[in-house]
């Protein structure tokens, strides 16, 4: 998988941490596995790089504002980072991550985390699409606690969703991201309104009339168990109200209807309730509800199996990105379908391969992600890379010529701007073939339509 190009690259050094791999990238920031150096162990960094505002300079660690107008909002977001940094700092409970350590660098900022293997619930549940009730109470439970413990300390989560629940390999799961981290319950009267994220955030996210507490967080974690038990997001918390105000029935099926058949009754009714629409109709604090979520047996096992750790982003980019060489845009879809269907890497793969038509392209196809996967070691994943890089650059010169390359220029520079330019050529350098390029610019637009559309763009 090549990262995308505004990440800090693979063995880039912060003080005594060496950067290994992307692990996720979000609207603020780019979490990285690392290795302590110091310590000899592996670490989570987050680092502080809102999209839309900031861009990495050509030595490829110093970061700073895309513009001279952006600078004062991006110090201020800056700033705010590491004030939840500190506030994560305090806390010291095994269901929220860890912050060992957090340092301004490099025209930007660090969080310092534990890191464990396993996988985030919203990619558990891009295989399993549901959970059952015992794994419901076993995530959830935990979750639960955690947040108490949050709110105990007066503060809030305000971003909880699927992606932000992390599933370890062994033990309890954790709870992530705290982007969106503030000390919400004693702030002396001043607003902290902040969006959040659509199908999770209750209606007081998204407006600076009603007043938020734990009732909210409360409904983040309700709207993410009814993505676990239906498979699906939450309608918005905007078109709920907008058809209630509007005199129309709330558009979201009720957990109790849409689940009796495999849920219990006292689990169903204890979502909806965490679900209300108007905050007085939810649960007010973390303790009126976690009793619904009792097991008999032990709720601290991970519900996590050897196989489902294989669920990495790595794999799942880098069979995105050999599928779309023969399916196009299509391919993201397909792979999370497969993954709903298929228990191990290699099934992923061979119901992959099924949906291109030639069959000397299926079998190419084949062979690229078997090859990709087979090898062992970052050394041996360095040599290959390397070689490749080689044998491919003349072919990269040949078939990308100045008109490919202004062409790409200007259909990117549409959706991003004057770093197009930069970005093409890196994109060139780093790509095998016009296809692969076009795959590496892709993952610097925000959202599948401007994909689809630049892709459309480049009819050369």
């Known amino acids: 998988m090549k990262a995308q190009l505004y990440t800090l690259k693979s063995e880039s050094r912060i003080e005594n941490y060496q950067i290994s791999r992307v692990l996720g990238i979000g609207g603020f920031g780019i979490t990285y596995q690392a290795h302590d150096i110091n310590l000899d162990c592996p670490v989570a960094i987050k680092e502080y790089f809102p999209h839309g505002l900031a861009v990495r300079e050509a030595n490829g660690m110093q970061v700073g504002a895309k513009s001279k107008k952006d600078e004062h909002i991006y110090e201020y977001g800056m700033q705010r980072f590491m004030d939840e940094a500190r506030v994560l700092a305090r806390f010291k409970n095994r269901n929220i991550v860890r912050v060992s350590r957090f340092m301004e660098k490099n025209g930007t900022a660090y969080i310092v985390m534990d890191y464990e293997e396993g996988v985030p619930l919203s990619r558990y549940l891009m295989r399993c699409k549901r959970l059952s009730e015992v794994e419901v109470k076993n995530v959830f ?56 994220t659509h199908g999770y ?96 047996s032990n709720e601290h096992n991970t519900i996590l199996t050897e196989t489902d750790v294989d669920w990495d982003g790595e794999l799942i980019a880098q069979a995105e990105r050999h599928l779309a060489k023969y399916l196009g845009p299509l391919a993201t879809t397909l792979v999370k379908q497969g993954m709903s269907k298929s228990a191990s890497v290699d099934e992923l793969y061979q119901l992959l391969a099924q949906q291109i038509d030639l069959p000397t392209e299926r079998e190419q196809f ?34 990308i010529d100045s008109r490919v390359e202004a062409k790409l220029e200007e259909q990117l520079a549409q959706h991003i701007g004057p770093l197009a330019t930069m970005l093409v050529r890196e994109a060139i350098q780093n790509g095998s073939d016009l296809e692969d390029v076009i795959d590496i610019l892709c993952k610097e637009l925000p959202s599948d339509e401007e994909r689809i559309n630049f892709r459309r763009s480049i009819t050369i």
């Open 141 to 196: 439970r935990p979750i639960l606690r955690g947040l108490a413990h949050i709110h105990e300390k007066d503060y809030l989560h305000r971003d909880i969703k699927p992606a932000n629940i992390y599933l370890r390999q062994k033990g309890t799961p954790v709870l992530l991201d705290f982007g969106a981290a503030r000390q919400a319950l004693n702030h002396h009267g001043r607003s902290i309104t902040n969006l959040g």
């Open 201 to 296: 955030a209750p209606i007081e996210q998204f407006t600076t009339q009603e007043r938020q507490g734990s009732w909210s967080d409360i409904y983040g974690v309700g709207a993410t168990i009814y993505h676990s038990i239906t498979g699906s997001s939450p309608i918005t918390a905007l078109d709920r109200v907008a058809a209630l105000q509007a005199g129309r029935r709330d558009p979201m099926m009720p957990a109790s209807a849409v689940g009796k058949k495999n849920y219990s009754k006292e689990l169903l009714q204890s979502i909806d309730w965490m679900l209300g629409v108007r905050a007085n109709d939810r649960p007010q604090s973390v303790n009126e509800v976690i009793s619904s979520f009792t097991l008999t």
């Open 366 to 399: 084949f062979r690229s992600v078997q090859a990709s996967t087979s090898l062992s070691g970052k050394v041996a994943r360095k040599q290959q890379q390397r070689a490749q890089h080689i044998s491919e650059q003349k072919t990269v010169v040949t078939r």
